[in-house]
């Protein structure tokens, strides 16, 4: 059984925008709880002879059914994008991270999974990602939470390659700061504000 690292005390929003900002994310832990809830969950998907890829898949993204993926291994599924960017709402979906790390009251832990890879940098040791698919990024998710809350209280990350539990889907962290459950419910499972392709090129062709 695999040992995590342990959280005893929540994370406050400053501790959180200071570990985000200067990119240490291997500081995240989660608490005593959500390191136990998360290894029953691994067990229990183990039992149903899936993976947490094919269960993210099947269950939670829907996109891929349990009959045509459950005899496949992780890295023969394909999963076909009408992009590579953030353009088109069928690539894209929010949901909540149920593991988040020890995080204090009021900081919600979403993710925004991609049906497309989000791109590693090849000149980054650890897997991060360029500063060209961090702007185009950035760029989604002020189109998508702007209207919701002020960016000071919104952070994202993306974990490096080395720290990713699941390795066969894209998926990006946001951490919002007061967000109302009313504007929580409206954009969970939704896929956000995707991008036109103007707004990508502006991007990459600064």
């Known amino acids: 059984m695999p040992v995590f690292k342990i959280r005893t005390v929540p994370y406050k929003w400053e501790e959180v925008q200071d570990i985000v900002k200067t990119n240490q994310l291997e500081k995240f832990a989660r608490s ?40 496949l ?51 980054s040791s650890v897997g991060d990602i360029s500063l060209k698919t961090r702007q185009l990024i950035e760029k989604y998710l002020h189109k998508t939470f702007d209207k919701y809350v002020e960016w000071d209280n919104l952070l994202w990350f993306k974990n490096w390659e080395s720290l990713q539990s699941v390795k066969n889907l894209s998926h990006v962290h946001v951490l919002v700061h007061g967000l109302s459950q009313k504007d929580l419910d409206e954009l969970l499972y939704s896929p956000g504000q995707p991008l036109t392709e103007e707004e990508v090129e502006e991007v990459l062709c600064q």
Request: proline share 3%.
């Open 32 to 71: 005593q709880e959500g390191s136990d809830k998360y290894l029953k969950f691994k067990k229990l998907v183990a039992s149903s002879n899936l993976t947490v890829f094919k269960y993210l898949l099947i269950n939670q993204l829907q996109w891929g059914k349990q009959s045509e993926i459950e005899d």
């Open 73 to 123: 291994k992780d890295e023969e599924i394909k999963i076909i994008s009408k992009s590579n960017n953030f353009k088109e709402g069928e690539d894209l979906k929010i949901l909540m991270n149920d593991f988040p790390y020890n995080f204090d009251t009021g900081i919600f832990h979403l993710c925004i999974w991609t049906k497309f890879r989000i791109p590693t940098d090849p000149e």
